[in-house]
T-cell receptor
Framework: EDKVVQSPLSLVVHEGDTVTLNCSYE??????LLWYKQEKKAPTFLFML????IEKKSGRLSSILDKKELFSILNITATQTGDSAIYLC????????????FGEGTQLTVNP | GAVVSQHPSRVICKSGTSVKIECRSL??????MFWYRQFPKQSLMLMAT?????????EQGVEKDKFLINHASLTLSTLTVTSAHPEDSSFYIC????????????FGDGTRLSIL
């Protein structure tokens, strides 16, 4: 059975801290791993990772994939209160018709 | 780019009513659209996948006669919750992706459905 496991499930930090969110997966026929940010509404797309070792970066956020160890990390530097959200990791398979398997999410709270 | 619009954002109605939710891709052609349901403090649960012009594929345990999905064009899919009951109250989210490989799903803002 396909599995996507995120850790930690919950994290509380102060503004300015750097955080690392983890996502490990066990799927057959892996195609890509995606990170989304969900605030009060639906998820917004952050990154799609398909190759090992290539860092994707957008402002203070970055992510990297290790296909050998089957995990990805999402880093957020100099956190701000606006980074407070649930961060979802999802995996797409080659054979799934583009369906995504989601992890449980990491609830990040950034306090001023 | 890659904007998905979902309407309505909030519905409150009486038990027994049928409710239609629309999902539109505004600036790309959505070969595939997905419908999810999300309970409080839980992750997204896929209900069904629809490809334009084809019948939707429902996940195990999702009643296709209860949740009618239509994907008649490359920019529009609808989910109709038929004869809704209080247990159908939930947050429903659609997503869409183009047919090109290595394209992410983009999500609408969701519809919060409350059945009284």
């Amino acid at each position: 059975e396909d599995k996507v496991v995120q850790s930690p499930l919950s994290l509380v930090v102060h503004e300015g801290d750097t955080v690392t969110l983890n996502c490990s997966y066990e799927v057959t026929n892996f195609r890509s791993l995606l990170w989304y940010k969900q605030e009060k509404k639906a998820p917004t797309f952050l990154f799609m990772l398909t190759s090992s070792g290539i860092e994707k970066k957008s402002g203070r956020l970055s992510s990297i994939l290790d296909k050998k160890e089957l995990f990805s990390i999402l880093n957020i530097t100099a956190t701000q209160t606006g980074d407070s959200a649930i961060y979802l990791c999802a995996v797409e398979k080659e054979t799934s018709g583009s369906r995504l398997t989601f992890g449980e999410g990491t609830q990040l709270t950034v306090n001023p | 780019g890659a904007v998905v619009s979902q309407h309505p954002s909030r519905v409150i109605c009486k038990s027994g009513t049928s409710v239609k939710i629309e999902c539109r891709s505004l600036d790309f052609q959505a070969t595939t659209m997905f419908w999810y349901r999300q309970f409080p403090k839980q992750s997204l649960m896929l209900m069904a996948t629809s490809n334009e012009g084809s019948k939707a594929t429902y996940e195990q345990g999702v009643e296709k006669d209860k949740f009618l999905i239509n994907h008649a064009s490359l920019t529009l899919s609808t989910l109709t919750v038929t004869s809704a009951h209080p247990e159908d109250s939930s947050f429903y989210i659609c997503s869409a992706r183009s047919g090109t490989i290595y394209q992410p799903q983009h999500f609408g803002d969701g519809t919060r459905l409350s059945i009284l």
